[in-house]
């Protein structure tokens, strides 16, 4: 497995979906998945996509300008750290963000994230 071409389908995977359908993203967590958005901590698959699913805009679109990553420890995990710009519709102006996933193998041999932080870049 090419930890590069991971993490890249993975970066496509998810921003495609929230781009899309974010109600389908629950998929890719887990009861003890954590994501951290803008410093608020939602734990949990069901409360995550509650969360998501609420924000206050309903279409935008993910333009991806870095994908970094590293493996992580012995499980086989990964840190995927994105960075780019979000449009939301209907705004002239893009905003910046950053986001970091740790994924984790599953016995099925795909990936699901066990943490999410997501942060806009103010400057």
């Not at 698959?45 to 994908?67: E, G, N, R």
């Not at 960075?83 to 970091?100: R, V």
């Not at 599953?106 to 997501?118: A, E, H, K, M, W």
Request: charged share 15%.
């Amino acid at each position: 497995m090419d930890p590069e071409a991971v993490a890249k389908a993975f970066v496509d995977h998810y921003y495609r979906t929230f781009d899309g359908n974010r109600a389908a993203l629950g998929g890719l967590y887990h009861d003890a998945s954590m994501l951290t958005f803008e410093g608020d901590k939602i734990q949990g698959a069901v409360a995550i996509v509650a969360k998501l699913t609420s924000l206050p805009f309903q279409q935008c679109a993910h333009a991806i300008s870095t994908v970094d990553f590293q493996p992580s420890g012995p499980a086989g995990g990964m840190l995927v750290f994105v960075s780019g710009s979000l449009q939301l519709a209907g705004e002239s102006h893009t905003l910046k963000f950053s986001q970091m996933f740790h994924l984790m193998p599953t016995p099925q041999g795909s990936f699901y994230v066990l943490n999410d932080i997501f942060r806009l870049n103010y400057a």
